[in-house]
């Protein structure tokens, strides 16, 4: 099946820093979304990219969606403490059932700042 | 705005009891999923459910396993006999809605039910 891979797996940093994180596929996905999960919760949509070279901004997050279809990054600019907890990039698979749409996650990004 | 709702938010069952986890997706989507995340893992895909009726299902979805929207409002997943690997966060999600502010093409989660199988 297709594979997300996320990196860096932890960050670790100081508020007010910028964040930069990516994921990255063995195969073309036709959406990016970025989703983030606070601890005990379920996954909150933060952004979602449909076209390839879609550069997409809410507030301070920015999300790219790379030209090949293989890989997109997330940054944050100027981290506040809410920011804490876990971003996954998501996609449904480039060959699906039209409407189905099941989401593939990839492995997580662990946010963390430290005061 | 509206939201997926999920209870209870914890399970505790001993190996081998049949447990239902239950969610009320959003008003006027069509389409639902579960989803589960062993701790520390990512999210995995279950099932999809479609016009009343399973649309894909991964191979974690076993004959253990099965969905159903009982009474239109309401959206079930149900596991026969539990296992200790079925301990895990399982997530409803939900897609389809064209009113306000809800996007017809994303997928909305729920907060999740830990279910703890002792």
């Known amino acids: 099946g297709q594979q997300l891979n996320q990196s860096p797996q932890s960050m670790f940093i100081q508020e007010g820093e910028d964040v930069s994180m990516n994921c990255t596929s063995s195969s073309i996905f036709n959406t990016w979304l970025w989703y983030k999960q606070d601890p005990g919760e379920g996954p909150v949509l933060l952004i979602a990219l449909y076209k390839a070279g879609e550069l997409t901004s809410n507030g301070r997050l920015t999300a790219q969606f790379g030209i090949t279809r293989k890989d997109s990054f997330l940054n944050i600019s100027a981290s506040i403490p809410s920011d804490v907890g876990i971003y996954f990039c998501a996609g449904p698979p480039s060959i699906s059932n039209f409407g189905n749409e099941k989401l593939t996650f990839g492995t997580g990004t662990r946010l963390t700042i430290i005061p | 705005e509206p939201e997926v709702t999920q209870t209870p938010s914890h399970q505790v069952t001993q190996m081998g009891q049949e447990v239902i986890l239950r969610c009320v997706p959003i008003?006027?989507?069509?389409?639902f999923y579960w989803y589960r995340q062993i701790l520390g893992q990512k999210v995995e895909f279950l099932v999809s459910?479609?016009?009343?009726?399973?649309?894909?299902k991964s191979e974690i979805f076993d004959d253990q396993f099965s969905v159903e929207r009982p009474d239109g409002s309401n959206f079930t997943l149900k596991i026969r006999s539990t296992k200790l690997e079925d301990s895990a966060m399982y997530f409803c999600a939900s897609r389809g809605g064209t009113s306000g502010t809800v996007r017809s093409d994303i997928q909305y989660f729920g907060a999740g039910t830990r279910l703890s199988v002792l």
């Open positions: 008003s006027n989507h069509l389409y």
């Open positions: 459910f479609y016009n009343n009726e399973i649309s894909e």
